[in-house]
């Protein structure tokens, strides 16, 4: 008995080991039918291509803003979950201004200056946000527009930097002041101070923001992103933020902003 189990798992072996260097010839009919299902794969990935389907991967866009309350730049990665829909990755820096601020040239012996009279800060903001692109309308060809649905929220960071002014007094002293001591003294502006004076006064203040777009793709090719977006965008800060002298802090700030995105899908 012992032999015969012996000499029956060797045969099952060795049977084993023949079938694995000798596999089963697959049948010519279920090649076909692997091969006229990658065919018609490809046929269909072509099709969507012509007919102005998005069918890459990623994406990745620049952008430059111009909002009712400022302007600003902006970088966003996306990750496509279909053809039609994607996940967003949005990174946005802006300068927010107020809507009383009015320039004013100022003449200063041969030297042209400019001031904004009662400003008190300077607001940056720095913006991630995630949400999702949606295809609503798609380009019908490669030569038509493609209309997508955008919408995201995230975090802010606003940073107040104090605008200062060289100003002189009646005995022509030379002195760097904010609003409203400018206003309230016998101070004569100058001009404004510059970009890099204040960021050592620099105050942080922390917030939420949320989203809404439309996206018309214009873009001849689909691997190219060339847009124009058109939204509105809303922000909320915990602490109030003072732009203007004599005008009251805010918490929540509301505009609308129109955008060109430019990049590459792959």
């Known amino acids: 008995m012992k032999k015969f189990v012996l ?6 072996l060795a049977t084993q080991l023949w079938a694995q260097d000798n596999p089963t010839p697959k049948s010519p009919t279920a090649r076909k039918d692997r ?6 794969r490809i046929n269909n990935l072509l099709k969507q291509e012509e007919e102005g389907e998005i069918i890459f991967a990623r994406q990745n866009a620049f952008g430059i803003k111009l909002n009712t309350d400022g302007y600003g730049l902006s970088y966003e990665i996306g990750r496509f979950k279909s053809a039609r829909v994607a996940n967003i990755f949005q990174l946005e820096i802006n300068e927010k201004k107020h809507k009383k601020e009015k320039r004013t040239s100022l003449l200063n012996g ?4 400019s001031v904004i ?11 991630l946000g995630a949400g999702q692109q949606r295809i609503i309308g ?24 104090p605008y200062f002014v060289d100003v002189v007094d009646q005995a022509n ?7 409203p001591e400018i206003i309230d003294s016998n101070y004569f502006e100058q001009g404004a101070s510059g970009f890099t004076v204040g960021w050592d006064r620099v105050q942080p203040k922390y917030g ?11 873009g001849r090719f689909n691997e190219t992103v060339a847009a124009i977006e058109v939204g509105l965008n809303a922000e909320y800060y915990i602490q109030k933020v ?5 005008n009251p802090e805010k918490n929540f700030f509301f505009n609308a902003y129109i955008s060109l995105l430019l990049g590459r899908r792959k």
């Open 7 to 12: 000499f029956l798992l060797a045969g099952t």
């Open 35 to 40: 091969q006229a299902a990658k065919r018609e």
């Open 110 to 113: 041969f030297n042209f200056n």
């Open 117 to 127: 009279y009662g400003k008190l800060n300077n607001f940056y903001q720095v913006k």
């Open 138 to 161: 798609g380009k019908g060809n490669k030569n038509g527009v493609a209309v997508m649905a955008v919408y995201t929220g995230g975090v802010a960071v606003g940073l107040q930097k």
């Open 173 to 179: 002293q030379r002195y760097r002041k904010t609003y």
């Open 208 to 218: 939420v923001h949320a989203k809404g777009a439309l996206r018309f793709d214009y």
């Open 242 to 246: 003072s732009q203007m002298a004599y």
